[in-house]
Every structure is written in C-alpha cells, then in structure tokens.
C-alpha cells in the first residue's frame, strides 16, 4: 500500500438517504490543486477498493472532505455509507484531474456548473484566491432533484462569507445559484436551459453568458455533461486540457456505485 495513505474518519453527515459527506485526518506530504480528485476507498478482503472522489476541502486544509452518493448494492458506496468517526479509510497518494484555473484561458466570469456530486470540486475552487484574482464573477451553480439533496447550501450562504480567510472575496465575487427540478423550489430548471434562456443570468443580474469572454467548469452526470458541453460548443466555446488551455472543461461526477 506504499501509494496509499491511510487517513481518520474525523465526521460524517448525512445529507439526505442518498447522500453524504465526511471528512478525515490528511496526511501531511499528500498535496493537490483545488478541482483535483484522488482514488479513495476502503480495503476488502484484504485489498483496495478505490474510486475517484473530487476532493470537497480546500487544499489549504489540514483535513480532507468527501461528498458521495448512497447506493445500497454499490460495491463502494454501500459501504462507506456506515462510515463512522474513527474509522479509516484509504487515499491515493497522487490527485489529478482537469479542473484546474490554468487549463482555461483568461476570461471575465468563470461558471461552475454541476449536478448532484459533481459540486464537490467547486467547493475547493470557490475557497481558492485565484479564483477570484482571474476572474471578475464566480458563478457557482449546483442543479439537483430536490431540495434536500443541495449539500452545503448553508455553509456557502452563511459560513463562507464570514471567513476571515476568503469571506471578502466570497461577498463580493461569488454569486450561488442551486436549482431545484422535481419539486417547488425558489429556483427551478435543468441548468443548460437554464443558462440558454437567459433566466440564470437575469435572475442573478449578469450578462448573457459570453463566449469570447466567459469560462466554464461542468461536473455532474455524463447526461448533463454531453448536454451541456453540445450548448457551449454550438455557442463556439472550445474545450481546454491540461496540455492547452481553453474556454472549458469537463469533469465527470465518478461514482455512481
Ligand atoms: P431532472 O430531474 O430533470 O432529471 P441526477 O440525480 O439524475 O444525476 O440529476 C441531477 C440533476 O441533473 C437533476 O436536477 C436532473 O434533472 C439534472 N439532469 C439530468 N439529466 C440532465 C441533462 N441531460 N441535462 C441537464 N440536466 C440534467
């Protein structure tokens, strides 16, 4: 196991029935990116049962956090649904992923967009500076079934803005927008025609996403993926990678089991 660290269970909270977060001790030499996942898992009779997990807490931390699913015949979510404080768990000792600032080209205001899970790597992105040092506006926008399932909705509306660290920045540059699709909410709608529509941009008081100027993050479902990434690119915006920047980039929510 020399490529894995084993880490604490430090809390865990339950969301909703099928979704839950923890966090754990970090090791001291294990680094990343905000936007970064790492393989991360629990050994099974004997072995590593790992998946990738986007990393929730910011890379300045000195513990890590985890946002997943619950699915009761899911080879790692089924377990890892019991963990309880004390418990361990074990990490990869390498993070990796496309998410990051520098595979985008400079640009006016960056959207984070996501569904379900595919929030927890804007959650380290939105407490990075450079966010905001690129970029004038830091549209974080989490779509979800219901209500319940918009994980730390809370903690970014109230906590984030009282940060000694990062709250000035979280005032003035970060604006949130949960959506709601299955039930009454004060904002409802699937994200892409959301953002085609121009009902995100008027309800929150920006311009009309912007091609030449706009840059754009997605993580979430590969249905909500292969949705949105069909908007931007009949929109003309390109798809950057680590080896050349561009107007956006894609994550895949993982775990799905
Ligand atoms: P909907 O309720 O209309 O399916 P899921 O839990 O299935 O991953 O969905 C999370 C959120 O993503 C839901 O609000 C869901 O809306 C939305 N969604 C699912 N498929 C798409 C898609 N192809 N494009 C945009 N949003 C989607």
Known sequence: MSNLNRETVLSVHHWTD?????????????????????????EVEGR????????????????????????????????????????????GRKATGTLLLDNLTPGRNLYLLGTGTGLAPFMSIVRDHESY???????????CRKAGELAYADRILTEFPQDEFFGEHISR????????????????????????????????GIPQIDPRRDRVMLCGS???LASLRAFLEIIGM??????????????KAFVER
């Open 18 to 42: 099928t979704l839950f977060s923890f966090t754990t001790t970090r090791d001291p030499g294990f680094r990343f990116q905000n936007g970064q996942f790492a393989m991360i898992g629990l």
């Open 48 to 91: 590593p049962l790992l998946r990738a997990y986007s990393l929730v807490s910011p890379n300045f931390e000195d513990k890590l956090e985890f946002l997943s699913i619950k699915v009761k015949d899911g080879p790692l979510t089924s377990r890892l649904q019991h963990l309880a404080v004390g418990d361990n768990i074990i990490v």
């Open 133 to 143: 040092e690129k970029f004038e506006k830091v549209i974080l926008v989490h779509g």
């Open 173 to 204: 540059q970060l604006l949130y927008y949960p959506t709601v699709t299955r039930e009454p909410f004060r904002n409802r709608g699937r994200i892409p025609e959301l953002l085609e529509s121009g009902k995100l941009a008027a309800d929150i």
């Open 222 to 224: 590969p249905a909500f």
């Open 238 to 251: 390109e798809e950057g990678s680590q080896s050349e920047a561009g107007q956006f980039v894609v994550e």
